[in-house]
């Protein structure tokens, strides 16, 4: 068959099949009287081999090799192909990433991109000054999406540009706290407690939603950020959490001081003194936590704290006792 009928066979035009023919991967049969290129069906066989090949990513060189040489083995170069493909596709990922986010910033002209581009950059520079400068500039200059934001803060070890990409994050639209929740579940602990924490420092209702849910997280430093800020913003749901960490001397002191959040309210004041009371009689005598415990009874008002004071101020623990009497005094000369 003659050049045009091969064409239309195989669908690879006469001027590749022909290119082919000047590199010997296709050979034709022979010519025509009148110089016309003839193939054969093993020439058609061959092109489509060719063409398979070439689908996988090898280069004409390399189909030449494979159909060729005998010796030629393919699991070397198969696994090459795979990772240049996934360099490919990581690549070709971060640009589209990085092409969304800008679409995002919904930029009115072309130095809108080129600002928001420089602080995407910024953003993943290995400069901790360049981070934090695009993190506080991302507020002020030309807004940077939530979505780079989040994945920077859940990213950031350095304590200052943390701070700031959190503070960013808080100022930057509805769409934060809702991104930050993925970090929440992620099999990471840092990660886990950067999320929580960007979420404590949005100050509105989702934010708070996602800090009720997290009390009840596997994770135990996510469930004491959340119950600290929680019981900074008079959640009464952080009360049992608080009292935990008071007892598991993590982070006690900001425990004690969360409790006296939702203690403004004189029902929940009784409660909490109830509960740090109940609590402090389970816990073996000369335990430290009973004397954190009493601590713990300094801010909450009311009546109720007072009678367990008066009470454990004849506690047989002695570190118990001393403390309570302290207390007892203090609220009488208030």
Do not use: C
Not at 195 to 201: N, T
């Amino acid at each position: 068959m003659l050049i045009g009928e091969v064409e239309r066979r195989s669908g690879v035009s006469a001027r590749m099949l022909r290119h082919y023919e000047s590199l010997g991967l296709v050979r034709p049969t022979g010519r025509t009287g009148s110089g016309y290129r003839e193939y054969s069906d093993e020439n058609i066989r061959r092109v489509f081999h060719i063409e398979s090949l070439r689908s996988l990513g090898l280069s004409l060189a390399d189909v030449g090799r494979a159909l060729d040489d005998p010796g030629f083995a393919p699991s070397e170069l198969v696994a090459d192909l795979v990772r240049r493909t996934r360099e490919r596709i990581a690549a070709e990922t971060e640009l589209l990433t990085r092409l969304r986010r800008i679409g995002a910033a919904e930029p009115a002209d072309w130095e809108d991109v080129l600002q928001t581009v420089a602080l995407l950059q910024a953003l993943g520079s290995k400069s901790a000054g360049a981070r934090q400068r695009a993190a506080l500039s991302s507020v002020e200059d030309v807004p940077v999406p939530v979505e780079a934001l989040v994945e920077a803060v859940l990213s950031e070890s350095d304590p200052n540009v943390a701070g700031a990409l959190r503070w960013a994050l808080a100022r930057s639209g509805e769409d934060g706290p809702a991104l930050l929740a993925e970090g929440l579940g992620s099999p990471v602990a840092e990660v886990r407690e950067r999320a929580v924490r960007s979420i404590a420092e949005i100050p509105d209702g989702a934010a708070t939603a996602l800090l009720r849910d997290a009390l009840t997280n596997p994770d135990v430093v996510v469930r004491g950020y959340a119950a600290l800020e929680l019981g900074a913003r008079g959640v009464a749901e952080a009360v049992p959490t608080l009292i935990d960490m008071i007892v598991e001397e993590r982070n006690d002191v900001d425990a004690a001081d969360a409790l006296s959040a939702p203690a403004s309210d004189p029902a929940w004041a009784d409660r909490i003194a109830t509960g740090l009371v109940d609590r402090l009689g389970r816990e073996p005598r000369g335990s430290p936590a009973r004397r954190r415990l009493t601590q713990a009874l300094a801010d909450i008002p009311g009546d109720t704290t007072s009678r367990a004071l008066a009470e454990l101020s004849q506690d047989d623990d002695r570190a118990v006792a001393l403390t309570a009497t302290y207390l007892l005094a203090r609220r009488g000369a208030r």
